[in-house]
């Protein structure tokens, strides 16, 4: 079984520029999540979707993240403008079911340095 | 909102020394949820505990959830050096909308 795949792995960007990660995640999963990981900190959840419906997106700062997964698969999370205190690594993660009683699958996540 | 206290935060030991990691907080979670977590890679999920008082264990590797299903602890027995890692405690909120609630983590480095 293939696992989630995230790209890209690493990604250095000016503050104010826009920036965008991509996530497939494991073939049937209904559930997707994208997380923010600050160094030294434990994962953030950012965003959650239902096949292509938003469950929770109560902590993505608005402003500037936005989120998508139109087909059901596949998702972006894009950012725009960046700034210094988004330097994190963010991950994708995946579930068979819509609970979090199901497991939680991450990819290898996608390092982003702001200068 | 809820926190998960998870300590110590790092925690340098030579091989073939026992360790133990707690996980705490106030509120009581449905279940609790062990990562581990390497560099350049996402958390891979260790165990799930669920019931007050419950131990698991998976090999060197002893889980157990509070009786009050408030904390839990992670005990490593002879750890080697494959054991060093970052681990995440993860405690998941009661209700249909209940969310996923990462601890900050312990980095674990074990020293040959």
Redesign the interface.
């Known amino acids: 079984e293939a696992g989630v795949a995230q790209s890209p792995r690493y990604k250095i960007i000016e503050k104010r520029q826009s920036v965008a990660f991509w996530c497939n995640p494991i073939s049937g999963h209904a559930t997707l999540y994208w997380y923010q990981q600050i160094l030294g900190q434990g994962p953030k959840l950012l965003i959650q979707f239902q096949n292509n419906g938003v469950v929770d997106d109560s902590q993505l700062p608005k402003d500037r993240f936005s989120a998508e997964r139109l087909k059901g698969v596949d998702s972006t999370l894009k950012i725009q403008p960046a700034k210094l205190e988004d330097s994190a690594v963010y991950l994708c993660a995946s579930s068979q079911k819509g609970s979090y009683n199901s497991p939680l699958h991450f990819g290898n996540g996608t390092r982003l340095t702001v200068t | 909102t809820q926190l ?1 206290e998870q300590s110590p ?1 790092f925690l340098s030991i030579q091989e073939g020394e026992n360790l133990t990691v707690y996980c705490n907080s106030s509120s009581v979670f449905s ?1 609790l949820q062990w990562y581990r977590q390497e560099p ?6 260790l165990v ?1 505990v669920v019931t007050g008082g419950e131990v698991k264990k998976l090999k060197r590797l002893t889980f157990q959830f509070g009786d009050a299903r408030k904390d839990s602890s992670l005990h490593i027995t002879a750890a080697q050096p494959g054991d060093t890692g970052l681990y ?1 405690c ?1 405690g ?1 909120q009661s209700g ?5 609630i ?4 312990t980095t674990l480095q074990v020293k040959p």
């Open positions: 998960l935060q279940s350049g890679e996402g958390p891979v999920l799930t995440l993860a998941l249909n909308t209940g969310k996923l990462f601890g900050q983590g």
